[in-house]
């Protein structure tokens, strides 16, 4: 069964600093995606990685995949406060009928402290 | 911009009651799901669903469980009897082809209690 483990679950960070968001997953993929959810709300697509040293950027945020090692990376660069939300990563297999089936990790709470 | 709509926003039922969650998916997208996040929790696979028939089901997704697409614009997820556990967030999502670079989009999601 697959398995995606996110690292730290919560992260409490000051404004202005850097800090990364591991995900780590157990078997092949074929597609990575990052996530936004922010309280009470529905998922915001933010990144899909599709190969090995794949890197996406988009303003304070990059998001980076190294299949070999089974992890992807979530870069945040100078935060701000706007931020604060849940980021989840999710791995995508197809199954032997070519569908997809994604499986979510478990979720980093990410609060920007002014 | 088309976006996934999912109705009701909030459904509150009695335990061993059917409750029917609608989505109306992105017109031109032929690959739908559902996902169901329990408060406070990670987001959980129910089922995919292409050309009329289930394509992958989660564990989760038994005999409870069914989805439908009844014209061409709706997909629903019948729950047949309700249990407590049942209580979460249902997301439905859709996209244009499953095996290409396409994302997922979700809708804002349909929050179900069971009394």
């Known amino acids: 069964e697959l398995k995606v483990e996110q690292n730290p679950l919560f992260l409490s960070m000051q404004e202005g600093k850097n800090y990364t968001i591991y995900c780590n997953y157990s078997?092949?993929?074929?597609?990575l995606y990052w996530y936004r959810q922010d309280p009470g709300k529905s998922l915001e697509s933010l990144f899909v990685?599709?190969?090995?040293?794949a890197v996406k950027q988009e303003g304070r945020l990059m998001a980076s995949l190294d299949t070999k090692a089974r992890l992807s990376t979530l870069h945040i660069t100078a935060a701000v406060h706007d931020l604060s939300a849940t980021y989840f990563c999710a791995v995508d297999v197809l199954n032997s009928g070519g569908y997809q089936k994604v499986t979510f990790g478990t979720g980093t709470k990410l609060q920007v402290i002014p | 911009e088309p976006e996934v709509t999912q109705t009701p926003s909030h459904q509150v039922t009695q335990m061993g009651q059917e409750v029917i969650l609608r989505c109306v998916p992105i017109?031109?997208?032929?690959?739908f799901y559902w996902y169901r996040q329990i408060l406070g929790q990670k987001v959980e696979f129910l089922v995919s669903?292409?050309?009329?028939?289930?394509?992958?089901k989660s564990e989760i997704f038994d005999d409870q469980f069914s989805v439908e697409r009844p014209d061409g614009s709706n997909f629903t997820l019948k729950i047949r009897s309700t249990k407590l556990e049942d209580s979460a967030m249902y997301f439905c999502a859709s996209s244009e082809i499953a095996t290409s670079t396409d994302t997922q989009y979700f809708g804002p999601g349909t929050r179900l209690t069971v009394l």
């Open positions: 669903f292409y050309n009329n028939e289930i394509s992958e």
């Open positions: 017109s031109n997208h032929l690959y």
């Open positions: 990685l599709l190969s090995n040293g």
């Open positions: 078997t092949t993929s074929d597609r």
